[in-house]
């Protein structure tokens, strides 16, 4: 749709900007101080007030107010945000103020922007719910701004800045590095300990499974680079809770923090809640002492529909203590396709169907 505030007013932030009551003062003051970067692309620049208060390159693709901000004097081209035409990584970092909330195509517009930049994305949009303009395409509670950044390669740097007052939302972002392009040879020292073979992985046609077939909460016991990802879009909209006692794959699981998504440490095992009856649980922790984690399976055997039971087999079970589960469950069925079996056990579902 045309965006025609520029037409009617002007050079309106410009004017917002003299008084040092408005919300848009406030805003603007806010961005300068936040964004430390001095190589930022202003994505949405509109008439160029805040990247000539900041210095920086802006772009927007409405000709009126490309021509009010370069009469200005602000750094502002006419440009696509879908298209830009920067080098890859050209800027350190970029910047979106009251901008993505217009786009037709946000996911689009995130892309690009993470094309272009090296380091850091700053966001910030209104509120849901705060402000009725009908040039708006759409508008994000923290939560949902969060789940559709990360979604597209992104790691929120902290929480996400809500101002009542102003009615914005603030979030910075890290440009990621996908799993997929970190090999054995260039793992960093933080992944030294995390195996990226299939094997860590057998589990999944079982949980996925079970999960589809479910709709109440589920309970990860220790989290992973790969089931906890999955578990996370898995049960969108539902409740999800996961648990873990390394302090590293805890700071790994809390980028999938969300508003349905719990991330819980622990120091021991035993604080694991049992207060409600879950769909389906997990069972692939690392407990200090191996044979816990049958002990654990057994503590849902009247909490839970399905328990996915992870590393199992003759050669493996006895080191964990799952030889003492079985007896305590109705059904069991045994995924044996992977040299690491899953076993799903339960008091409440046949499991022929599986």
Known sequence: MEFS????????????????????????????????????????????????????????????????????GADVILGDVYHLSFKDEEFDAVFMGDALEHFEFPRQALKEAKRVLRSYLYLATPEKGTNKDKFHYQEWTPEELKELVESEGFALEGEILVVPKDKRIYGKFKKSTPIKQITREER??????????????????????????????????GSGIFSTPLLHWLCLGRKLITYESYPHYYELAKKFKSENHDIRFVNNWDEVELSEHYSVVLIDHSPKRPRNRGQDAIKFKDKADYIVIHDTGPKIEAKYGYDKVWPHFKYRRDWKECPHWTTVVSNFKDLSNL
């Open 5 to 72: 505030k520029y037409k009617k007013f002007g050079a309106y932030h410009w004017k917002q900007y003299e008084d040092k009551n408005t919300k848009y003062f406030r805003h603007a003051n806010r961005v300068k101080e936040w964004i430390k970067e001095k190589n930022v692309l202003d994505i949405g620049a509109g008439d160029g007030k805040i990247t000539h208060l900041l210095g920086i390159k802006g772009l927007d693709n409405e000709p009126e107010a490309v021509r009010l901000a370069q009469e200005k």
């Open 188 to 221: 960093t020292q933080k992944y030294k300990n995390m195996s990226t073979e299939m094997e860590t992985s057998s589990h999944f046609p079982m949980l996925i499974k079970t999960v589809q077939m479910t709709k109440g909460t589920v309970v990860e016991l």
